[in-house]
């Protein structure tokens, strides 16, 4: 499975980021996804889950309110809109796939249950 996350670029902060991450892949709904960012030197960092076949999401506590993933299986992308933008949300994002339905609660934002990784896109917030 390929992914191409794009959408990448500077923000001001308070400001809004809207990433895609777009895929050939046919069987494109029955896999869960998520997104996370990374800092050189840094673990990645999980922002949330979404199960593409109901569209059921999971946020951890940092990034709820602050973060939305969507989907539209029908164009076979995934989104991650993102508000209130600080300078430590200067980051490389990654969406993620994983076999649909395999892992619960907490594991979903283990970046070692994701088979697949998109190549990132940049994000820069100024202050």
């Known amino acids: 499975v390929q992914l191409q996350a794009s959408g990448g670029g500077l923000v001001q902060a308070g400001g809004s980021l809207r990433l895609s991450c777009t895929t050939s892949?046919?069987?494109?709904?029955?896999?869960?996804m998520a997104w996370f960012r990374q800092n050189p030197g840094q673990e990645r960092e999980f922002i949330g889950f979404i199960r593409l076949s109901d569209g059921s999401t999971y946020y951890p506590d940092s990034m709820k309110g602050r973060s939305t993933i969507s989907r539209n299986n029908a164009k076979n992308t995934l989104f991650l809109q993102m508000n209130s933008l600080k300078p430590n949300d200067t980051a490389v994002y990654y969406c993620?796939?994983?076999?649909?339905?395999?892992?619960?609660?907490?594991?979903?934002?283990?970046?070692?249950?994701?088979?697949?990784w998109g190549q990132g896109t940049l994000v820069t917030v100024s202050s």
């Open positions: 892949e046919r069987t494109w709904s029955t896999y869960d």
């Open positions: 993620a796939a994983t076999a649909g339905g395999v892992y619960r609660g907490t594991a979903l934002s283990r970046p070692d249950i994701y088979c697949y």
